[in-house]
């Protein structure tokens, strides 16, 4: 393929920490590494950081999002900021819009608008996060309805399948970005699925997100995992320190076992609330706050724990379920639909997502080690499967795709 220029537009800056950025690097390290050029356009990073050139930051609105991150607009100033940078860098051959926030909205735009073939990735859970966790889920998800239909509106009607009212207007942005792209891709099945079954009718591909290669080989080389049945059991959680990973209740989960520790990084909206439970329920020696870290320390991490404590609910994915099955750490977790990635007999699903299960399964595990040399056993096979290596040419697939419906692209899908 010859050389590309893909522009990427995220609502996330490159520069912060989170699932979702760690998979957006790993795929422009990819892209890049076979001669392709990637430009970021997204929102800024909380704090000043030196200018990159590969990145354009467009402007945000006083106000920020429950994650604490900047919110973009699709205003007028920033078409001007995307014109202007499409004019001195072009030409651009493909948008690649990642969330279906301001920024997503505004690949979408300029891409119709400049007549560029575009493809949308799909990876949030929305309905469920809104659904379950927010303050006020119907006023949070009528807004995002009312909000993103403004800019990119939703001509019909889709099918929908015994979701509640609120449920429906969470799905309606995400219908109508998918509708409005050329190529969709999505990183499992299940998700797939999911917006076939409420209308999508743009052709889906499902590719997963990937993990660094040289990173992974640099990790394995520099650590050894260890082992040692004779000490507490070893859980690590790793993620956004908010309801909808459900930091807290993995602080209960620990509290309730004997013989077993946690080891929490990452940061967030309930850093407060955590450094509470964690005091008030005298777990200090057993719970063990490492804040914020990169993708490096947190896949050192890996190598010196016995299992990761996934108690989310709501992960499409999850990149920190990718890394331990690349780190080959047994995986705890509750979400059926992680099944698709977790390798068969490299974890154990909880039967429910409520504290008690995720306790009962902890206990069995303290009391039972050969289950965690089992689940290590069943994990090395797939240990080179998350590398973005494997998955990039997929990617590039679909934008060979993308670019043979050139010739056909129209506005009247916005």
């Known amino acids: 393929m010859d050389s590309l220029h893909i522009a990427l537009f995220t609502d996330f800056h490159p520069a912060t920490l989170g699932g979702v950025q760690t998979a957006m690097r790993s795929l422009c390290d990819g892209l890049r590494a076979l001669g392709h050029r990637v430009t970021v356009f997204c929102a800024p990073a909380p704090g000043s950081l030196a200018a990159d050139g590969n990145t354009v930051v467009l402007d945000s609105v006083p106000f920020k999002m429950s994650t604490g991150l900047p919110v973009v607009l699709p205003t007028r100033g920033n078409r001007r900021v995307i014109d202007a940078a499409f004019a001195e860098r072009g030409p651009v051959h493909i948008v690649h819009t990642l969330t279906t926030y301001g920024c997503g909205i505004a690949g979408i735009r300029a891409a119709r608008g400049h007549g560029i073939p575009v493809v949308q990735t799909m990876q949030s859970r929305d309905d469920t996060v809104i659904e379950k966790y927010s303050p006020s889920p119907y006023l949070a998800a ?53 917006l076939a079954a409420r209308g999508v009718d743009r052709p889906i591909h499902v590719v997963s997100n990937g993990i660094d290669g040289a990173l992974l080989e640099r990790i394995r080389a520099a650590t050894t995992p260890s082992v040692d049945p004779r000490a507490p059991l070893r859980a690590l959680w790793c993620g956004r320190l908010s309801a909808e990973k459900r930091p807290l209740e993995a602080i209960e989960a620990v509290s309730r076992v004997e013989n077993c520790t946690l080891d929490i990084y990452g940061s967030g909206p309930l850093a407060d609330r955590v450094e509470s439970a964690v005091a008030q329920g005298k777990l200090i020696d057993r ?30 994915q999850g990149m920190v379920l990718l890394e331990a099955v690349a780190m080959g750490l047994p995986i705890v977790y509750c979400d059926p639909e992680l099944s698709e990635t977790v390798p068969a007999d490299g974890g154990l699903r909880t039967p429910t997502a409520a504290v008690d299960s995720f306790a ?29 290596s494997r998955h990039i040419t997929q990617i590039l697939a679909v934008y060979t795709e993308a670019l043979a419906t050139a010739s056909n692209l129209s506005s009247d899908r916005i």
């Open 142 to 194: 009528l807004t995002m309805r009312l909000l993103h239909g403004w800019f990119v509106p939703l001509r019909s009607r889709p099918p929908f399948q015994g979701d509640t009212r609120t449920t429906r207007l969470a799905w309606r942005p995400m219908i109508a970005q998918a509708q409005a792209a050329d190529r969709v891709t999505v990183p499992t099945h299940h998700f797939a699925r999911r």
């Open 287 to 316: 719970v063990r706050l490492h804040g914020e870290v990169d993708q490096a320390d947190c896949l050192a991490a890996m190598r010196t724990h016995d299992l990761l404590l996934l108690t989310s609910d709501c992960d499409t």
């Open 360 to 388: 009962s399964a902890l206990r069995t595990l303290a009391q039972d080690r050969s289950r965690v040399e089992a689940m290590r056993g069943a994990l090395a096979p797939h240990s080179d499967e998350p590398r973005q």
